[in-house]
């Protein structure tokens, strides 16, 4: 309906509106009789204008109405006025009803008052709610809990008696500011966290945290929110009910003070600390944080307690405590596991260099110790160090890893901290990694083998090549067998290489003795772990001669002295078992390892192969020298030949030849080649 322009409205008749009007618009005579009775009358109390119209208004009143009446006629009637006011009519239902009454007298045209104008409303559902509102107002201000409510801005909008007990506010204060009047700095992006969960409809109640008090102090607060919807449904503020929790926090930690803390250092005990470890990892995982475990020993404790007792002992404990508690940022924890071994969790840091500055300030506050009650000590701490969770995400292996690195820092060098991923962990993983792929490499032909020429010493004639294993990996490049064979040893890899690299050298053999000659040999490194771990590995190798058409001289395995420790009657018999089927042995790297002279005697040994480290300096160092000499005369005497290593320079070379070495090895006559190469070289030399 659209509403009537300024002209329109001047003539609409005075009838009219107050026939439209929704208030009772009643006339009355000085006498109280009804003069005019409007719609609006008749709809609020139930009587039509017939019914009214010449009677007193006395049905609509309650009893102490009617004197109420007669006083306002006769004030009206004297001319004088009469403040509006609130009065109870009774509904033609008898339904009492509240009504709020303005009076006017209405005057003839000489200026007499000759009868009464009056607008009566309805306000009892007014009154309900006025009255409701003041009812909770009365609950909320006698309620103990604080009850605030904000706007969407965060602008506070109601403040209770308790919240200006409980913050220190008074609602003057209050009201207007934003609610992070009450909130510690730290705790800014909290709010808005738990506004979007009560927002995504998970209701927040009694939720522990920390709020502000007007004299700056810390409240513990434990607090529940709830939107405030308005007509349409639509969020509008948030209301929140806090309750100060700080005795019951106090209460609590006293009582698990009790429980968790070391009687004789004051630290958290070895339960305390575990726990708070636990509830570290899961804090940490939901905060998507790391945190560091740092697990301290001290060096010389048990020196400390022999010598002083362990009354003595205990004091030098509790001092070492309170220097940790000192040297440790307020949130971090420390505790003491049992004897000299403490625990300390650190978290907040940045980067590793801060866990490492905490952890030097730490061995630092230990050594820096002068004397304990008088008695001049100089106590030390080793350290190590694990995070979550790059080195684990339980609080074993936390715990475990952080040990283990202790472990290597007391034992490599003590006063000083170790990095469970700094050391250990980079070489495990990089050692896990190279296996990984190393298990790859034997199915991806990535491994392939290189032959170095072995030379006789007179003439340079080359009727022998040492096969060397190579691993070129896709991404990691070229690995060399001083890495990879070592960890397939430790990983039991090595049998799979090894029978690889005898196949793959048959097989080559095979299509060279055509070329080199039918004795030809090729000189295979032999794992001690695979060659002489059991039978059937002789039992293999003889299938495979006899698959090629090969004999067991065409191979010499090469054997580290090292091998040679495992002195058992398994040995014995293997090497017996290859000695029957022609396969040459050779002594490798002799010299390096624990010889023994008795091995020559008691073992069927063809070669010793001196190593390069005493061909390098042979020049220049007479003991390199005479231990060279030695050897090729003491092999000379027993029968067996000598291979020399590592040949680089003429001059080594002419060393050799007059020290009367069988065979020569080195780059100085070629570097390891490919089958292509040593056919180019054989046929150059020959
Ligand atoms: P090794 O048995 O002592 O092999 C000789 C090493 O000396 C080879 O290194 C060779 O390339 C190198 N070399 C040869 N001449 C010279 C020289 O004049 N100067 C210098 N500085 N070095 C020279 P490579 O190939 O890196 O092999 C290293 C070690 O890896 C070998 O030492 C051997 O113990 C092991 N290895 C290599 N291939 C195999 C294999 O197929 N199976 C097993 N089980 N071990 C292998
Ligand atoms: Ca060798
Ligand atoms: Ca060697």
Redesign the pocket.
Known sequence: MSLPSQSSLSALSLEAIVSECHDAIITKSLDGKVTSWNAGAEKLFGYSSEERLGQTMAVLFPSLGLQEEEQILATIGNGQLVEPFRTTRIHKSGRPIVVSVSVSPIRNTVGDVCGVLMVERDVSSFLRQEHCSNHYEAIVNSADDAIISKSLDGTIETWNSAAEKMFGYKANEAIGQNIKLIFPKERYAEEEKLISSVLGEKPIRHFRTTRLHKDGRKIFASVSISPIFDAYGRVTGFSKIARDITKEIEHEKQFSRQINYDGLTGILNREGILNCVEELIQLSQVRGKKFALLSLNLDNFRAINERYGKAFGDRVLARVARELQCHIRGADEVGRLGGDEFLICLFGFSDLEGVKKAAQKVVQAVSDIQDVKGVNIRPTASVGISIFPEDGKSRTVLLNRANNALAQVKHANKNSYLLYSGVIGSELKQDNLLVQELKLALNNEELFLVF?PICHATDQRVDKV????RWNHPELGFV???VF?PLAEKYGL?SQ??EF?VRQALKHLSRWTGLFGMDFQVS????PFSFFADEDSVNRIRDQLHEFGLKGENVVL?ITEHSFLEDTAQTQKLLDAYHELGVKIAI??FGTGYSSLTYLRKYPIDYLKID?VFVSAIESNQMDYNLCQCVIELAKKVGIKVVT????TSTQKETLQSLESDYL????FSK?LSEKALLEYMKRIH
């Open positions: 170095q040492e096969v060397l294993v060399p067998p001083d064979i090595i290489i090894d690299v295979i490194n032999a794992s090469e490798d790297d390069k290593e590592g040949i680089e090895q080195g780059y100085l390891p």
